[in-house]
Structure formats: C-alpha cells, structure tokens
C-alpha cells in the first residue's frame, strides 16, 4: 500500500495551550485525542504500543517540546488516525497525520478536519503537504 498522509508545517513553538487549542479545534471537526470510550488519550511507545495517559499529560508533553512524540487521534472508538509531532527547526514543527488504513470516507472526514485547521492557523502555516495514494500536493504559504 502507498503511503497517505497529511503534514502541517507550523511556525512557532506550541506550548500546551496552543496544543490544547490545535485539539480543541480539531475535536470540533471530528478528530479527537481523547480515545470515545476509555476517556484517556494514547501515545504510541518505541515499538508501537499504546501507552494510555491522561489528556493532560499528553498535552503538557507536547508543550514542552521534549522530542517527537507519536500519539493517537480518534475518528470513533475503532478508528485512529496516527500523529507524529516533531521540530524540524527551533521554531517550525510539524504534524503529520498518517491515513493509511483508513476508508475513503475516514480518509475525507480526516483530511477535512486537517485542512480546517490548517485554514483556522494560516498565519502560523508554513506548508501544508498531502501524500494521497502515492500523489504529493503541496501548497506554500510562504
């Protein structure tokens, strides 16, 4: 299978209020960090398995931007969607959203909620780069 994904290249360093509002907001859109039925959110460890923590701790995490972490955003209680978050400069970090596995329509309900956001922040929004079965399309805003 061909690699999927989303990628959002944001300037500024995310504190764990801006994540806190990045969440929030895609929440509002369908896609949320806090796992439908367990009431916790997961990061992902070395090896791939879950690690459920509070929502609290994963955001505090990513404020503090210690490393790239990789955590799990919840479409239902069946259906994730992988988010690895990184810096790849002291101020620019991204997000990537992996959507492989995904149905067309989760895929759809995803991408919307991504490029939502993206459209929400667009003063913080360096790239947006999508990788659909194999086809890249990126936009520029700087």
Known sequence: MLETYLSWYREGRMDESEFRSV???LAQSGLTVEHPMLGCGMLLDVVGEQVKLPVGRILELVGL????????????????VLR?????APDTHVLTFVLGGLTASERERA???????TQWELHRTVA???????????????
């Not at 931007?65 to 994730?80: E, K, Y």
């Not at 991408?111 to 956001?117: F, G, K, N």
């Open 65 to 80: 931007s210690v490393g790239p972490l990789c955590m799990q955003f919840w479409l239902s209680a069946d259906t994730d």
């Open 111 to 117: 991408t919307d909620a991504v490029q939502r956001l």
């Open 128 to 142: 947006h780069i999508a990788r659909i079965a194999g086809v890249s399309h990126t936009t520029v805003s700087r």
């Open 23 to 25: 969440t929030d907001h």
């Open 84 to 88: 690895n978050v990184r810096y790849v």
